[in-house]
């Protein structure tokens, strides 16, 4: 009889932060049998069933205000909970791996009631609530920031960086029509755009289309005015499925500041004007922004106090500054860890098959 290979249930939903992570995990644990465990209608639908099989429970984020929607929040994770520990046993599950978010909760907590050991993964300079509250039931937290550790009193925190996909950490061709010579500006809005940034760079384009830059431009597909700017030096577009070669030939970026996003842009060694999502939870997304502009990885504006002129002087200076641009892009290598998932992997491993001793 051949050996039983253990088993790990990844819980990780919703946005390409908390799924490209994981992914390259479980794509570094080729002796583990792989469960997924996500919720219905988000991005998990579409990138999970082909690899493994998929489990989803029904569950929400905790409102701020207490109302009768919040103790419906609440039956429903009590109900996860308890089918994420009903599917453990039933699965002979070893080990629960999250990338955090509100579908950690029951993860962390089944696995807890069913005697089983969880890790988490952070990437978010300021963790996110959940990891603040159950990291402690965790055997280890990996962080994607070194200085997350000063928010996890209490918790097993090792820092491991953010794992990107694969096609990050080698060169990629990019099959768009920009000269091999043109400076490259490359816009990205995060998983669902920005309308807010895509207005700014719009009124800022002509001067940089001037200088002869070309401006590849993310808008995601919620802005109405997408398809306003036409001009030979813009490629606007929704989405593009080839991040990795964008930003390998990318000459600077003008990003939100997710901590997926920014762990791409380190990899790549991007410089990077960050503009952070003003209504991101617990502002998080400025606490990344800061970690990269303090280790001179980045410039950070705020949205509310960034005027079209500003920008657009900004990144006219910073084409103009190769030396700048160069430093910057040598800071941000810093800031990533190349074999990230690698790390993630091993110390899986080590809890796992400590536990399994």
Not at 224 to 244: C, D, G, V
Not at 271 to 281: G, W
Request: with cysteine; charged share 20%.
């Amino acid at each position: 009889m051949s050996e039983r290979r253990p088993r790990l249930l990844i819980a990780a939903s919703g946005t390409g932060g908390h799924l490209f992570p994981a992914l390259a995990l479980a794509q570094q644990l080729p002796e583990y049998q792989i469960d997924w465990l996500g919720v219905p209608d988000r991005l998990e639908q579409q990138l999970v069933p082909d690899c493994y099989p998929l489990h989803t429970v029904t569950i929400e984020g905790l409102q701020t205000r207490f109302n009768l929607k919040t103790l419906l929040i609440f039956w429903r994770f009590a109900a996860a909970t308890w089918r994420v520990r009903q599917l453990l046993q039933k699965l002979q599950i070893d080990g629960v791996f999250s990338t955090g978010g509100y579908i950690a909760g029951p993860a962390i907590l089944g696995a807890k009631l069913a005697g089983i050991p969880a890790i988490i993964h952070e990437s978010n300079y300021l963790p996110g609530k959940i990891t603040r509250f159950l990291g402690r039931f965790c055997h280890a937290v990996a962080i994607g920031f070194e200085g997350s550790t000063r928010y996890l009193r209490g918790s097993r925190t090792v820092w491991l960086g953010t794992p990107v996909r694969s096609q990050f950490l080698t060169p990629q061709p990019l099959a768009l029509p920009i000269p091999p010579e043109a400076p490259l500006i490359v816009v990205v809005g995060g998983s669902q755009g920005a309308v807010a940034v895509n207005e700014l760079v719009r009124k800022c384009a002509a001067t940089w289309f001037a200088a002869g830059a070309y401006v590849v431009h993310l808008t995601g597909d919620r802005d109405p005015a997408a398809a306003s700017l036409q001009h030979p030096h813009y490629i606007a577009l929704p989405f593009f499925e080839n991040m990795a070669g964008l930003l390998q030939r990318a000459d600077l970026a003008i990003s939100r500041a997710g901590a997926g996003t920014l762990s791409e842009l380190a990899i790549t060694q991007t410089p990077a004007i960050l503009i952070p999502y003003p209504f991101a939870a617990e502002d998080h997304q400025a606490y990344n922004a800061k970690a990269f502009a303090n280790g001179g990885a980045a410039l950070m504006y705020r949205q509310e106090d960034l005027k079209p002129q500003e920008l657009e002087v900004q990144v006219l200076h910073l084409l103009h500054s190769e030396a700048q641009r160069r430093e910057m892009a040598e800071k941000a290598g810093r800031l990533g860890v190349a074999d990230s998932a690698e790390r993630l992997a091993e110390l899986v491993r080590q809890v796992v098959e400590r536990k399994s001793r």
